[in-house]
């Protein structure tokens, strides 16, 4: 039985005048690396507040696996970081990690040190948190958060601003964080590529709702380069594929069938079928990657479209 | 988890460049209010004759005695100008003696502090701590690190209170002190006075200086804003309302056709502050204490819910 670290139950969020989260059912499994797409104002970031209790929902409720009704010891267990770093500009990276490890019952210099190496930031010694750059701060925010070894992290964009060496350094961290320590890991972010590499399952949101929940395999297998068949007579096409020496497809609905294989032969596949008199209302090479797939089916295209 | 709080709090607070500035801006002025008390000589100066001196003792060490007494000297000092003048005329002019025997020469210790503690100056600084030491929470949002005290804002919020209270205490221990300093070097003798009527006095002032605080705190909390906390703390402990407030009493008086005697100013932190001295009876005492208490019981709860209840961020 799959073991989870979260489930949100119609989780919901109100405002005055709008929705911000409408009804969100999500499953984080334990160890796994959640990813959230979203647009802006989807309502990722109040989703990860209200999860992490800055932000009280309005609606529905959330649980953490193994803690009390009320998640009061859950959020001991619990690093986030949420919009921008929550850093004091006039303080030293160590100065700011001291003040949430106090209040966190954690007096050891060696601790400080040993997660501000994690991001590369155990050597900046007396400059001033303000002075960091956009990434220095996103990377102590990221420090920040892995104090107290949480066994979630809530990370919402932290890739934001950095550069292509940081990004990387940053998803080598979460990886090694996720395989050697375990930890259960939800994630945002814009850059959807970079979400692609790392994230094991994830959670598409669009004006507050959840438009799909999937693992990264499936998601994959949606936005791997494929010939679409649409044929009314699936079950007629489907030996002649095989037939034909295609060996990767699967039928998707009753009227279409993805082909993996082999793409370069979609005209043999297409007289094959004909010669079998199977009808064939439209055949086609489709690719599309992450953020193909997630503007196809957040609408923004046809949003777009619609538009122009 | 408040002890952690508190001491997490304690080092974020020592980390403020502004409360050692503060604490040295409050030496700078004990010692300006202790020259002037001591060594500045009102008579020499404005040619205030010894009877004004006198009632100025029998009104006892207060801030308001001391302006009162002050303004008395003025009057003196615009019409013995006009003789001097005369005399100049006749006889040339003599100089202006500033130093000598101050007001307050021959007071002790506990008046001196009186009178320090009545001119405000602690309120001010404190108020000004206050807004950078809350507003800076808002500025950075740092609460949104502490995840671990998500649903328990009340602790964090109590240890913010305990700082302030804290601060307080260090600020009016500077004002002791240099007043002790001041009597052993401008007074007549060091004569300490640290009755019972001290340790009264000076539990009630702490308690109401401390509610101004919460006070100044929950404006900040409310309004989420460094500059709020600061300005509102500014314009309570400078004064600037006192007109308003005389007008509101005057109203308050005539719609409801109270005595003269009622000054809505007699329920208000500062005013208490200002006007409480060592020789204040029982009755004014007690309604400090009540004033003390109110103003910082219902601006730490109405507070704290706000708190407790808001989203972050």
Request: proline share 2%; aromatic share 8%; with cysteine.
């Amino acid at each position: 039985m799959e073991e989870y670290m979260l489930i949100t139950k119609d989780l919901t969020k109100k405002y005055k005048n709008s929705t911000a989260v409408d009804g969100v059912n999500i499953h984080i499994r334990k160890g796994s690396i959640y990813g959230l797409i979203g647009k802006n104002g989807a309502g990722k970031t109040t989703i990860m507040k209200m999860i992490s209790g800055m932000a009280t929902p309005t609606g529905g409720s959330f649980s953490y696996e193994g803690f009390d009704e009320a998640n009061k010891e859950a959020f001991s267990r619990i690093g986030a970081l949420i919009e921008a770093p929550a850093i004091e500009p006039n303080l030293t990276a160590y100065d700011n990690m001291r003040i949430k490890c106090i209040a966190y019952g954690i007096g050891d210099k060696d601790y400080i040190y040993e997660k501000l190496a994690l991001v590369g930031l155990d050597k900046t010694g007396k400059k001033k948190a303000g002075k960091f750059s956009l990434g220095m701060k996103q990377r102590l925010g990221i420090a920040m958060a892995m104090v107290g070894d949480p066994d979630f992290l809530i990370l919402d964009e932290p890739i934001n601003g950095l550069d292509p060496q940081g990004i990387v350094g940053i998803r080598d961290m979460l990886t090694r964080l996720n395989k050697e320590k375990n930890i259960t890991i939800l994630i945002s972010s814009h850059i959807l590529e970079e979400l692609a590499k790392i994230a094991t399952d994830y959670a598409i949101i669009d004006h507050g709702k959840i438009i799909e929940e999937s693992t990264s395999k499936a998601l994959k297998e949606k936005c791997r380069d494929k010939i679409v068949i649409k044929t009314p007579e699936l079950s007629k096409a489907l030996p002649i594929i095989d037939k034909a020496g295609f060996t990767d497809y699967s039928a998707i609905d009753d009227k279409t069938i993805h082909v993996f294989d082999r793409l370069t032969d979609i005209s043999v596949l297409n007289m094959e079928l004909a010669k079998a008199m199977v009808p064939v209302e439209s055949i086609g090479v489709e690719s599309s990657d992450l953020e193909e797939y997630f503007l196809k089916i957040t609408g923004t295209i046809a949003d777009l479209s619609d538009n122009n | 988890m408040f002890i952690n709080a508190l001491k997490s709090e304690l080092f974020r607070a020592s980390k403020m460049k502004s409360i050692y500035i503060l604490a040295i801006v409050l030496i700078a002025l004990m010692l300006l209010n202790n020259f002037i008390y001591l060594k500045v000589d009102l008579y020499g100066l404005l040619g205030m004759d010894a009877d004004a001196i006198t009632e100025l003792q029998e009104m006892g060490t207060s801030g308001e005695a001391y302006n009162d007494s002050f303004m008395a000297g003025f009057d003196a000092g615009l019409q013995s100008g006009e003789l001097a003048a005369q005399d100049a005329m006749e006889n040339g002019i003599e100089p202006i003696k500033i130093l000598g025997k101050g007001v307050f020469y021959e007071a002790d210790v506990a008046e001196l502090t009186s009178l320090d503690i009545g001119s405000l100056d602690v309120l001010l600084l404190q108020a000004i701590f206050i807004g950078l030491y809350i507003g800076g929470v808002y500025k950075s949002e740092l609460d949104k690190n502490i995840v671990k005290y998500s649903n328990k804002r009340g602790t964090l919020f109590a240890a913010r209170t305990t700082v302030i209270a804290l601060y307080t205490l260090i600020l009016q221990l500077i004002v002791w002190v240099m007043a002790i300093w001041g009597m052993a070097t401008m007074g007549q003798s060091l004569v300490l006075g640290f009755d019972s009527s001290f340790v009264i006095y000076s539990v009630v002032i702490y308690l109401l200086t401390v509610a101004f605080g919460i006070l100044v705190a929950a404006i900040t909390h409310l309004s989420k804003s460094m500059a709020g906390g600061i300005t509102t703390g500014i314009i309570l402990s400078s004064g600037i309302l006192s007109t308003l407030i005389s007008i509101a009493t005057i109203i308050i008086q005539r719609k409801f056709n109270l005595d003269s005697d009622f000054a809505l100013g007699n329920y208000t932190l500062t005013m208490n502050i200002s006007a409480l001295t060592l020789n204040s009876d029982g009755h004014m005492v007690l309604r400090a204490l009540i004033c003390a208490l109110v103003y910082g019981v219902v601006a730490y709860v109405v507070s704290l819910i706000r708190v407790s209840k808001r989203d972050l961020g």
